[in-house]
């Protein structure tokens, strides 16, 4: 008797094996990062090629977890859904096992050739890179950013859910690249050495804010890191590979959070929408950037070739479309992007039409004083017009928060 229920249990089990096997899913892009927990904020662990079989244990929202059994015991991992496929795109399968011991994947060696990079291609300084860096470590951890977000409600997620598919439709797909990291790391240097802002507590508030944001998009995986540099000159870059760079002028022209949030999320929306350069980079150079990348490690003692100028070259152009006077097509489809955002946070979407008018009165004002400033020759007018046409055809972003009490207190 006993034989037949041991022969039995064998059975079910192996059908149950059968019927509920794990989900296998496989990474779909050439950098596809792991981290310790749902959500882009987190410690990163390992960046893993495209090819790898992910054996998955559970979803939550926009993340999936993984349990790998590394040399030193069972490890828990979570990556983005936006980085995985379900059917085996590529014909090398790689092992995860073997790709998680690479030294390649460590987040030190990744973040050490992006740094590499932005010196070589990126006309850059090391001690500006290095304050990049400094500025950004331990900013904040996931339960300070759970804190910061939790006043926006237990429906977050539904608005989220709207968010993103809102912003597809208008944007389509963002990926970030090791290579666009690194271009993007070597002009956010060249722009630091205006002089960066250090205060910690400043820096932590908007990068904080842009989490928020970011969390509710389609990019919600990519970390966004926002910088302030001094002046009083009101002006914002958008910068590829995640980097936001806010003037101290425009800060202090915004009123409340709502509003700052606003320009943050403008700027957001020209990163996804590759807004500026998205001809070079999308056509011209990317195959370029990413062998270059690859490679970088064994040629930093050869000489510079063609396809190194070209490169150079290609960082320069995308420098200048990041500071030379916007187009005002960009303009108003981010403002379009950013009302999606604010409405997808709990923020009041009005709080961007508030601060681009004030904007305009600043630049007009001082136009002549500011020869330089990304916002020159746009038509502030014409963008807030078409700002609230936008608003009135959709009822459904109005109304949110703006935060005065808590802004006062981050700008003491």
Request: proline share 4%.
């Amino acid at each position: 008797m006993w034989r037949h229920l041991i022969v039995l249990s064998i059975f079910i089990s192996c059908f149950g094996m059968q019927v509920f096997p794990q989900a296998i899913e496989y990474t779909k892009r050439s950098k596809n990062e792991v981290r310790e927990g749902p959500g882009s904020y987190y410690q990163l662990l390992k960046v893993l090629p495209k090819g790898v079989a992910i054996p998955i244990v559970k979803r939550n929202g926009g993340w999936i977890n993984f349990r790998h059994v590394a040399t030193a015991g069972a490890t828990s991992a979570w990556m983005s859904k936006n980085c995985l496929v379900e059917g085996k795109q590529v014909d090398l399968l790689r092992d995860l096992k073997l790709e998680w011991q690479s030294p390649k994947a460590s987040p030190s060696a990744v973040a050490a050739a992006i740094r590499g990079f932005a010196l070589r291609y990126g006309k850059t300084s090391a001690p500006a890179l290095d304050s990049l860096f400094d500025l950004q470590r331990d900013l904040f951890t996931p339960g300070e950013y759970d804190q910061f977000g939790n006043e926006f409600g237990a429906d977050r997620g539904a608005r989220k859910n709207r968010g993103e598919a809102d912003l597809m439709k208008l944007l389509g797909e963002y990926e970030m690249t090791n290579a666009s990291e690194g271009m993007g790391f070597g002009i956010a240097g060249r722009l630091a050495g205006q002089g960066l802002v250090t205060n910690r507590k400043m820096v932590k508030y908007v990068n904080l804010i842009a989490a928020v944001i970011g969390a509710a998009s389609p990019i919600y995986d990519v970390p966004i890191r926002v910088y302030v540099i001094r002046g009083e000159e009101p002006r914002a870059y958008s910068i590829p590979g995640g980097f936001i760079i806010l003037g101290e002028g425009l800060i202090r022209l915004c009123a409340d959070e709502a509003e700052l949030a606003a320009v943050i999320a403008h700027e957001m929306t020209h990163i996804m929408a590759n807004h500026g350069f998205r001809e070079q980079y999308e056509r011209r150079y990317r195959v370029r950037m990413e062998e270059a990348f690859d490679e970088l490690s064994e040629e930093l003692d050869q000489k510079v070739d063609s396809t190194e100028t070209d490169l150079e070259e290609m960082i320069q152009e995308a420098y200048d479309e990041v500071v030379k006077p916007r187009l005002q097509a960009y303009e108003e489809e981010a403002d379009r992007g950013a009302a999606m955002l604010l409405a997808a946070v709990g923020y009041d979407p009005m709080a961007l039409s508030t601060i681009v008018a004030r904007t305009g009165v600043a630049v007009k004002n001082r136009a002549a004083d500011w020869t330089e400033n990304p916002f020159l020759h746009l038509d502030f007018q014409k963008r807030n017009s078409e700002l609230l046409k936008f608003l009135q055809a959709h009822p459904d972003y109005r109304g949110g928060l703006r935060n005065v009490e808590r802004f006062r207190q981050m700008m003491q």
